[in-house]
């Protein structure tokens, strides 16, 4: 099983390296010693802790509409680009940036602008994973 650096946790869940350590001295994420002394996070402590710390990132807002879609992201628009049928919408979710093309129309009839807070959702056929 991989174990993670201070440093390669921190950029995996988008924070700084002086959180995780104050995560980890405050005992809500669990660090080992390696055999070199220095402090570890094993990979499934750190895949449960981003779990739980990813479902209260981007909750979806109770009042929403009921759908079959799993991946939302609640976030702020940060960027429109319309043209005379589509239109381009940036939104910040936390350290993920979405980047939807929609149609104006649909941009008029939401009023999409930057600063709405929206909920970005994302239904997909394939998706694919690297490894670094």
Do not use: C
């Amino acid at each position: 099983m991989p174990s993670y650096s201070i440093g390669q946790a921190a950029r995996l869940l988008g924070v700084s390296s002086e959180t995780v350590r104050r995560w980890a001295d405050g005992g809500k994420l669990a660090m080992e010693r390696d055999g070199a002394g220095k402090r570890v996070i094993e990979g499934t402590a750190l895949a449960r802790f981003a779990r739980e710390r990813g479902a209260g990132l981007h909750a979806v807002p109770e009042d929403d509409v009921s759908t079959s879609v799993r991946n939302s992201f609640v976030g702020i628009v940060t960027g429109v680009k319309v043209d005379d049928v589509a239109a381009q919408v940036e939104v910040q979710s936390g350290p993920h940036r979405l980047v939807s093309l929609v149609t104006r129309e649909a941009v008029e009839e939401l009023g999409l602008d930057v600063g709405v807070t929206v909920t970005a959702r994302v239904k997909s056929t394939s998706v694919h994973i690297d490894l670094p």
